[in-house]
């Protein structure tokens, strides 16, 4: 996979994790998160192609904070976890 993953969080637009492709420079939108005020990080796994990323709701009580998953491709999002910062 020639693709970099990248997460956009500017306050102006809708998170989400991007697909740049490294060959034509095409981006393309992975996954929005909405609802969120942004995507603090990803991870990859590239054995299984999955992204892993984490999302806030900008709010201190951490309510609505979640480890996501989703496929290189943006299909089958899946809710790994919530609430995760005050575990």
Do not use: H, W
């Amino acid at each position: 996979v020639n693709k970099a993953f990248v997460s956009e969080s500017r306050i102006t637009v809708q998170p989400k994790v991007i697909s740049v492709d490294l060959t034509t420079g095409a981006s393309t939108t992975i996954t929005s998160i909405a609802g969120m005020s942004g995507c603090q990080g990803i991870a990859l796994d590239p054995v299984n192609q999955l992204i892993y990323y984490a999302t806030g709701d900008g709010i201190n009580a951490n309510r609505d904070d979640q480890i996501r998953r989703v496929n290189y491709n943006g299909t089958n999002d899946v809710l790994i976890v919530t609430n995760y910062a005050n575990a």
